[in-house]
Each structure stands twice: as C-alpha cells, then as structure tokens.
C-alpha cells in the first residue's frame, strides 16, 4: 500500500470506525507525521461530522511542527468558521512551534483568523506568555493584541502586564 492509500485508509478508519478503531487510527497518522498533513486538512475541510473532526484535529496537533504553516495556509484560504475553528484547536495542541507563527497570526486582515490564533495562543498558556510579552514591545497593532491575549491568560499573562506596565513606568 503507497503513503496516500495508507493516509486514506487512516482517515477513513476515523470517519468510520468506533472508539478504539479512531484512537488507532491517529497513532498510525502522528507515526506519518508529514506524509499525513495535506491529507489530514483536506479530509478536515471536506467533513462535516464533528466526531471525526475531532480525531482528524487531534492528529494534526499531535504531528505538531510540520501541521503548523500548512493549518495557517488553510485557515487564511478558506473561511468555513467550523474548519478554523478545529484547525485552531489543532495548532494550540503544537505549543512551542505554533506560538511565532499564531503570534504573526494575530496581525492577520482578517478578524477571525486572530481571533482564532489568540483562541490557540490561550490554549497554549503559559509557554506563549513570554514570547506575547516581547511581542507587546514591538509596538502597534501586534501589541494591543498580545496585550488582549496575555489578559485572557490569566494569572501569568496578567503578571506579565504588570511587569510591563511597571517597566515602562520607570
């Protein structure tokens, strides 16, 4: 069987299959890794069926770094609210790799890409306090943003407000 038959077959046992059957099936496409993220946003864009968007979503994260620039892309492509709302959900399982990237997001024309990269961002938490914090020192837009964001964070994102804000006092 090539990669795509096996990538198919994958994403078919998450359309189809039971429990077990699904968890198995992201086992098999997170050892993929790559191989599976165009297939994995196309079968995500192309279902309706939350379950499955669930499990395809999970993979996705679970891949981590290589789903990252590839979810972006799609989320800015296509503007089915359900499908960023997933891809989304996707990159804040990345972490580490997806912060720059959902950052630069937050400077997108479009307001519900931001607002689904700060959606990501907070559930990312407390590793995207730091890199929100110097992004508040670029100043401009980014920086309103970061701000809103570092404030939904709660505690660490809002001691992260008040070193800033107690900084530029001095």
Not at 36 to 42: E, F, K, M, R, T
């Amino acid at each position: 069987m090539s990669d795509n038959e096996e990538v198919e077959s994958q994403i078919t046992r998450i359309r189809q299959g039971g429990l077990e059957e699904r968890r198995a099936a992201v086992r098999e496409l997170v050892v993929m890794s790559e191989r599976a993220v165009g297939p994995l946003i196309a079968a995500l864009l192309a279902e309706s069926n939350p379950d499955p968007r669930w499990y395809m979503a999970g993979a996705l994260g679970r891949i981590g770094s290589p789903g990252v620039a590839p979810l972006l892309a799609a989320m800015r492509e296509n503007t089915d609210h359900d499908f960023r709302r997933y891809a989304a959900a996707a990159l804040g399982e990345v972490r580490g790799s997806a912060i720059l990237p959902l950052i630069e997001a937050l400077q997108d024309p479009d307001r519900e890409i931001r607002q689904f990269a700060a959606l990501a961002l907070c559930r990312i938490g407390d590793p995207a306090v730091g890199p929100l914090k110097q992004a508040c020192a670029e100043g401009g837009d980014v920086e309103a943003r970061a701000r809103q964001v570092l404030w939904k964070l709660g505690d660490a994102g809002l001691a992260a407000l008040i070193e800033r804000s107690n900084s530029q006092d001095m």
